[in-house]
């Protein structure tokens, strides 16, 4: 069984910066891209970062381009997303979510190409 857990959300001010984190298990971490994904009360989910399998490819919107990064560590079978300058406009709940390809591609932000998605983890920045 397939389990995906977030961590590192919270409450912070615009301009400070938040590490999240996701770890999955019951697959072969190293085998999947991955993606961080979005949702704000009353917004459609956004895609905000895919990394490929091997971490040699990234991609993100430009809303969020220069300011967050994304990482993973295959031997601890974690996903990272380094938040940094955020702003009111980032508060949502933030997912994980575990891609069925192996390289991120323009259509990375589709959310059916990710079989396995996390519970989420809440981001608030207030101004």
């Known amino acids: 069984q397939v389990q995906v857990v977030e961590s590192g959300g919270g409450l912070v001010q615009a301009g400070e910066s938040l590490r999240l984190s996701c770890t999955a298990s019951?697959?072969?971490?190293?085998?999947?891209?991955m993606g961080w994904f979005r949702q704000a009360p009353g917004k459609e989910r956004e895609g905000v970062s895919c990394?490929?399998?091997?971490?040699?490819?990234?991609y993100y919107p430009d809303s969020v381009k220069g300011r967050f990064a994304v990482s993973r560590d295959d031997a601890k079978n974690t996903l990272y997303l380094q938040m940094n300058s955020l702003k009111p406009e980032d508060t949502a709940m933030y997912y994980c979510?575990?891609?069925?390809?192996?390289?991120?591609?323009?259509?990375?932000?589709?959310?059916?190409?990710?079989?396995?998605w996390g519970q989420g983890t809440q981001v608030t920045v207030s101004s």
């Open positions: 979510a575990i891609g069925g390809f192996l390289l991120c591609t323009t259509s990375w932000t589709r959310t059916a190409r990710y079989p396995y």
């Open positions: 019951g697959l072969t971490f190293g085998d999947y891209a």
């Open positions: 990394i490929s399998r091997g971490g040699g490819g990234t």
